[in-house]
């Protein structure tokens, strides 16, 4: 991460304000009728960024696809759930056709809804391995340890250089999950990490400093693409002196 990608903004509010107008200008087609696609975050940052988001006028979700970064092994319905987060704050207050919307079935055993995800990516994306997905949009939050989706530090996930999408086994959370890898992230025209929070602030500095060791999230650089750190005052406080 290097400072020209940083922006910083006093208040979690303004942060995602200004993610979400940044995410309705990105997904503006840049040729005529071009499909637009997006890869959502999951966690509580979000869920008030998806909301402003959808009240945004200029977005024609009838040419976008949604899809998620990460999601936990829990039905749709789930309070867990990324899924169920983005359908109650932005997909069920914007004009998407329901068939633009694809869900990691995480109700599913994790594998097989892993090779599901894979085959649906392929799909839309019209692309099989080794050649990677090209999102227009990865939104991104980051942990406290600098997990970033569901690749968490020490989890195997970590070293998958092949398949686009992966199960994984959260110690951390006794959980499985699962995620997009990082070539699929690296791929990404344009990622967009939004992350709020003075419990943050360690992983922030962390990823300025290329600690690729310890923190994931900051193995995520886009080989052509684009990469934007949002963060609040609280998040940036060790990378700005604020602490
Ligand atoms: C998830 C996420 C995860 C999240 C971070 C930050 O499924 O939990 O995708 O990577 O973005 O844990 O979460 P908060 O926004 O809640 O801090």
């Not at 999951?42 to 009240?55: C, D, F, N, V």
């Not at 869900?103 to 085959?119: C, F, I, S, V, W």
């Not at 962390?206 to 052509?224: K, S």
Request: net charge negative.
């Amino acid at each position: 991460m290097t400072d020209e990608m940083v922006s910083v903004y006093p208040t979690v509010g303004e942060l995602q304000n200004a993610c979400a107008e940044q995410i309705a200008e990105a997904l503006k087609p840049t040729s005529e009728g071009q499909t637009m696609t997006i890869a959502l975050s999951g966690g509580s940052t979000p869920r008030h960024m998806h909301e402003i988001l959808a009240g945004l006028p200029d977005v024609d979700w009838s040419n976008v696809h949604v899809f998620w970064g990460d999601e936990r092994t829990v039905p749709p319905g789930h309070e867990e759930s990324n899924f169920r987060m983005a359908r109650e704050s932005l997909l069920d207050r914007v004009p998407i056709p329901e068939d633009h919307i694809h869900r990691m079935a995480g109700e599913k055993d994790p594998a097989t809804a892993a090779k599901e995800y894979e085959q649906t990516i392929s799909k839309v994306f019209g692309v099989t391995p080794p050649d990677m997905p090209r999102f227009d949009i990865i939104l991104l939050g980051m942990g406290a340890d600098g997990h970033t989706a569901s690749l968490f530090p020490g989890t195997q996930a970590l070293d998958e250089q092949e398949r686009y999408v992966i199960e994984n086994h959260v110690p951390q959370q006794n959980a499985d999950r699962l995620t997009l890898t990082f070539p699929v992230l690296n791929a990404a025209r344009l990622v967009i990490f939004m992350v709020a929070g003075s419990d943050k602030a360690a992983a922030v500095e962390g990823c300025i400093e290329g600690d690729y060791a310890t923190r994931p999230a900051a193995r995520v650089q886009p080989a052509n693409g684009q990469c934007r750190w949002l963060l609040d005052a609280e998040a940036a406080a060790r990378i700005t002196g604020g602490e």
